[in-house]
């Protein structure tokens, strides 16, 4: 059983292998002729952007040791926000554990087309889900992410918001 306390956060510049790690759902999308892959993990969740310089976000509460250089590695316990430049890209993400009282849906509105939804198998209360939304703007992509642990009534939001700018390295 997997718990919001073994959660980490990282982003790394690389598309990091997933090699080892069972993906359950995939989705790929274009954003300005740059492919972007979401994928829902046995683990958590990942996002890669494959731009000149790539990125990849993990949120991952197995013994996932990706690789990259590193950007951002944190423990999933409070609130907490990272942001970062890499190039013409900023990335800007938070993190936030939240009850499970008002329920796990996403809190953005997302199309069927934007959004994936993949439940856990569960022999306990309730079936944990993961749920990736995504909006593409020319200069934006917007995600949000939630991680549900029904056996302790507590989730985990992540919104995370990668924005082009001109000029840059």
């Known amino acids: 059983m ?6 980490r956060f990282a982003l790394l510049e690389s598309t990091s292998s997933l090699g080892g790690t069972r993906i359950l ?6 954003w300005n002729e740059d492919p972007v ?3 829902v993990l046995a683990v958590s969740h990942a996002v890669v952007v ?9 949120l991952t509460c197995g013994d996932f040791s990706p690789s990259g250089r590193p950007l951002a590695h944190v423990q999933v316990g409070a609130p907490c926000e990272f942001s ?7 990335y800007r993400c938070r993190l936030e554990p939240f009850s499970l009282a008002a329920g796990d849906d996403l809190l953005g509105r997302f199309s069927a087309e934007e959004r994936m939804d993949v439940f856990f198998p569960s022999q306990d209360v309730g079936a944990p889900v993961t749920r990736i939304g995504w909006h593409l ?3 934006c992509l917007r995600v949000e992410t939630v991680h549900s642990y029904p056996e302790q009534a507590v989730g985990v939001r992540s919104q995370s918001r990668f924005e082009l700018h001109d000029g840059g390295d």
């Open 50 to 58: 494959r731009r000149e310089r790539p990125l990849t976000e993990l």
């Open 84 to 90: 970062t430049r890499l190039g013409r890209l900023d």
């Open 2 to 7: 997997h718990r919001v306390s073994d959660l």
């Open 137 to 139: 703007e020319r200069a």
């Open 25 to 30: 759902a995939s989705r790929e999308v274009r």
């Open 37 to 39: 892959c979401f994928h």
